[in-house]
Structure formats: structure tokens, C-alpha cells
């Protein structure tokens, strides 16, 4: 997956004569606190809702504006969406600009369009249950945790990690595609892995919806 697969034109660009009474109507139609700037299709910048509230005036042009986020932060069209999601998150970015060779601007990327295809490669869509491991560094092997998997008659939709400051572990999320995971929980414990939580219907992902919060939060995700 590509950034070219995800730009959206459902959020306008800005162009430096709009003014910015004009950049804050937008901002609140569309929810987002930036909007990228073009002029003859090159690529000039962002502009954020600070940067028009911190000035003397927001009915002077958008090309009067201080602009306070680098007009750096854009990706090139072929970047992978791994590159998308750093970028967002580091500078907790609500768009991003796509642009090509010639720094022509294609469109943007919005966190909406983020979350939606995280949530396909996530398997989140799916149905399935979903198990999280603790595992410390030297002891994660994704091949032998695909074999347990597989030896329950089950398939892993999705594995991703996390880890702890505190702790030398990772936390493991994999999303299976089997809802009973009492046979699938009780192999894991058999080879020693510490079964940190389990959702596997609707009731339980409920039940345990608060004590997930706890986990990222303590994650810091």
C-alpha cells in the first residue's frame, strides 16, 4: 500500500489569496486543524488554525500568514503508508499532502483515511477473536506463534507489536480468524506464553472494553 492509494480529495486546498476567515470556516466544515496550501499546483506549505488565530487579522491572504509547520511535512506519492503513519504521528497531523516529482500536489491523506485502512490491515473488519501476548525481546518468534496458530486450526488475520518502557517485553496482538479461543488460549499457556487478554465474542469485547483502555493507555499509544 501506497500513499497514492489513499489521497482523498474530499478536503479542499487552499490557495494564497484566500483569506482567512475562509481557512477557519473549512476547518471547522471539514474537521481538521490544518489544510495545505497551492498555488499552480506546486505545493507550498500548511497552514494550521494557530496560525490564523495568532494573527492580527484573519481577513489578510493566506500567502500573509506566518507559518508555523515546516513545509516539509508531505510525502512523495509512492511512499509506503508506514511513512504516512510516522509523519502523522510525530507531528499529530490531522492531513497530509501527497505530491510528485515535481512537487505537484495530488491530493491529501486524511487520519480518517489512516484508521480506515489500519483497520483492514488489522483485520479489525473481520470477524475472529483476539489474543495478546507478553513475550520478552529475546524470546518473540512470529513463525513459532503462526504454528500455534495454524495447530489449532485457526489463521492469523493480523500481528502487530508494542512494548513497554518499563518492561524488556513486547505485547503481542494477533487477531485470529475463530471466535472460541479457549483451546487456541490454553496451547499458548502450555509453551510458557503469559496471556496478558482475550477477546472472543461480543459480550466479553464489552466486558473487558475498560481494561483494554488501561493497557494503551499504559502503553501510550
Same mark, same amino acid.
Given at each position: 500500500m501506497i500513499a497514492q492509494e489513499l489521497i482523498s480529495d474530499r478536503i479542499p486546498n487552499l490557495r494564497t489569496s484566500d483569506v482567512g476567515e475562509k481557512v477557519m470556516d473549512w476547518m471547522d466544515e471539514f474537521k481538521v486543524r490544518q489544510l495545505p496550501i497551492v498555488n499552480n499546483r506546486q505545493y507550498l506549505g500548511m497552514i494550521t488554525e494557530d496560525d490564523v488565530l495568532e494573527a492580527e487579522s484573519a481577513e489578510q491572504p493566506v500567502g500573509n500568514y506566518r507559518l508555523t509547520l515546516p513545509n516539509t511535512l508531505y510525502v512523495h506519492f509512492k511512499q509506503h503508508i508506514y511513512d504516512v503513519v510516522k509523519m502523522m504521528a510525530a507531528w499529530h497531523l490531522d492531513i497530509l499532502p501527497v505530491v510528485d516529482d515535481e512537487m505537484n500536489y495530488l491530493g491529501l491523506i486524511s487520519h480518517q483515511d489512516v484508521i480506515?485502512?489500519? #483497520?483492514?490491515? @488489522? $483485520? #479489525?473488519? +473481520? /470477524?475472529? $477473536? =483476539? =489474543? !495478546? @501476548?507478553? !513475550? /520478552?525481546?529475546? *524470546?518473540? *518468534? @512470529?513463525? +513459532? =506463534? #503462526?504454528? =500455534?496458530? +495454524? *495447530?489449532n486450526d485457526a489463521k492469523a488475520l493480523s500481528v502487530y507489536l508494542t512494548s513497554s518502557p518499563d518492561a524488556p517485553a513486547y505485547f503481542v496482538t494477533i487477531k485470529v480468524n475463530i471466535s472460541e479461543l479457549t483451546r487456541l488460549v490454553n496451547t499458548f499457556e502450555r509453551f510458557q506464553y503469559k496471556i496478558v487478554m482475550s477477546f472472543f465474542d461480543k459480550s466479553q469485547l464489552d466486558d473487558t472494553q475498560d481494561r483494554y483502555n488501561l493497557l494503551l493507555r499504559y502503553l501510550d499509544l
Open positions: 480506515q485502512h489500519m #483497520a483492514t490491515v @488489522l $483485520g #479489525a473488519t +473481520e /470477524p475472529g $477473536g =483476539i =489474543i !495478546i @501476548l507478553e !513475550i /520478552p525481546h529475546n *524470546s518473540y *518468534s @512470529l513463525s +513459532e =506463534i #503462526a504454528r =500455534i496458530v +495454524e *495447530s
